[in-house]
């Protein structure tokens, strides 16, 4: 049963465009979410979060959008640099946000042509 | 420069064989933790371990072992009991609240 669900295994955008990165959940008790990036051959490195107080939450480009009640959230890269070509976790916690509780996605492969 | 450092970074096994992943932080993180990464799926959490001396099992410990005799140091072994054990193996640590911060991973193979 996936509880955090990213159904666009892959996305393709050009240098300058606006990437979006969409994830679901289905457990309601998720209250705290986080994008990784994670380049080949490397560790994950966390990009950004958002609690379910908020729906929104910006960091220069990089923005996530939180929709309680379609249990929905999405990453936006705006504008889009071919350096942002990596797989993007979603990843999910329940109340008090341990990270032992975290449930991953599969991950979406941006890939951003110059 | 502070971080977390797995090795090796490509590891081969026969079959029947026991292996030991090292990981070992030294950014004063409390907890510790080990992902299972297969293609094409998400992480998942073998172990983890808040405290020294102390550990408990995530979703797919079974196969899996671990130890934290040291607060910068978490070693994985994986025992022949583990069915399928090749894939990418990700240690991570944390302070008991915040955010991951991953290993470059080590990927086994079983030949």
């Known amino acids: 049963d996936q509880q955090v669900k990213q159904n666009s295994p892959s996305l393709s955008v050009q240098e300058g465009r606006i990437s979006i990165l969409n994830c679901d959940y289905t457990?309601?008790?998720?209250?705290?979410f986080l994008w990784y990036k994670k380049y080949p051959a490397e560790g994950p490195t966390f990009l950004i979060s958002?609690?379910?107080?908020?729906d929104k939450n910006e960091d220069g480009r990089f923005t996530v959008f939180l929709n309680k009640s379609a249990k929905h959230l999405s990453l936006h890269i705006v504008p889009s640099q071919p350096g942002d070509s990596a797989v993007y976790f979603c990843?999910?916690?329940?109340?008090?946000?341990?990270?032992?509780?975290?449930?991953f996605g599969k991950g979406t492969l941006l890939t951003v042509n110059p | 420069d502070g971080g977390i450092t797995q090795s090796p970074k490509y590891l081969f096994r026969k079959e029947g064989q026991n292996v030991t992943l090292s990981c070992e932080q030294n950014?004063?993180?409390?907890?510790m933790y080990w992902y299972r990464q297969d293609p094409g799926q998400g992480l998942r959490l073998i172990y983890y371990?808040?405290?020294?001396?102390?550990?408990q099992k995530g979703d797919i410990a079974e196969g899996y072992s671990v130890s934290r005799e040291k607060k910068e140091s978490f070693p994985l072994t994986v025992t022949s009991a583990q069915k399928n054990p090749t894939a990418f193996y990700l240690c991570?640590?944390?302070?008991?609240?915040?955010?991951?911060?991953f290993g470059e991973g080590s990927r086994l193979t079983v030949l």
């Open positions: 457990n309601s008790m998720f209250d705290y």
């Open positions: 990843a999910a916690s329940p109340s008090g946000g341990s990270n032992y509780k975290l449930t």
């Open positions: 950014l004063n993180h409390d907890a």
């Open positions: 991570a640590s944390s302070p008991l609240i915040g955010e991951l911060f």
């Open positions: 371990s808040q405290i020294v001396n102390d550990f």
């Open positions: 958002i609690s379910s107080i908020k």
